[in-house]
């Protein structure tokens, strides 16, 4: 692939072939796999987790996609929520009960750094393993991040891998903190000012 990639808005009816192009692309993700060691379990519970934490995008017109689903970032603009219900089910269901409470834990950290005014949130970015290290990622969160400018907002994330701050602090994310409980890995939450 030599051309600059395509990136769009993604249809609704891309949902469900979207959300498994994020779970491929979390198959090596520390946080992820902690949550969800089993491979055999991985795939299902991903898919319904995903959809339930960043699904809500294709709703609003906040998930882009680049190409024909090599990559794609789930953004929730401001008053837009992940589905917590779905999420606590998702986890309850599939995961080692012995790590239940701890997640929740991390949860429930993750809530405390999430800013209280308005802001843009992107809960999932992530490229199939096989289309990595062509500037997907760096495109997708450019042209999110043109969005959120002209909303003259701040934008918040959460790496759940820290090979990844990088990109993130090329885009204008800071580190604001570190969310580890137990045997967590670490989560690092982001924050980017809003620009005028």
Not at 18 to 32: E, K, N, S
Not at 176 to 183: F, M, Y
Request: with cysteine.
């Amino acid at each position: 692939m030599n051309e600059l990639p395509r990136i769009r808005t993604a249809e609704p009816h891309e949902r469900a072939s979207l959300i498994a192009t994020a779970v491929l692309g979390f198959v090596a993700d520390p946080m992820v796999r902690w949550t969800v060691p089993d491979a055999s379990t991985y795939i299902e519970a991903m898919s319904e987790f995903f959809d339930a934490f960043g699904g809500r995008a294709f709703e609003n017109g906040s998930a882009w996609v680049a190409n024909d689903g090599q990559a794609l970032a789930m953004w929730l603009p401001p008053g837009i929520e992940p589905d917590g219900e779905r999420m606590v089910e998702s986890i309850t269901s599939r995961s080692d009960p012995d790590k239940v409470e701890e997640i929740f834990t991390v949860l429930g950290l993750m809530e405390q750094f999430h800013p209280k005014e308005d802001c843009w949130y992107l809960p999932v970015i992530g490229a199939d393993p096989a289309y990595t290290g062509l500037g997907l990622g760096g495109m997708l969160m450019k042209t999110a991040l043109e969005r959120v400018d002209r909303d003259r907002l701040p934008a918040y994330l959460e790496s759940s891998n820290p090979r990844n701050v990088s990109l993130y602090e090329r885009h204008g994310f800071s580190v604001i903190g570190e969310i580890q409980h137990g045997s967590s890995p670490v989560m690092i939450p982001m924050l980017r000012p809003a620009r005028t």
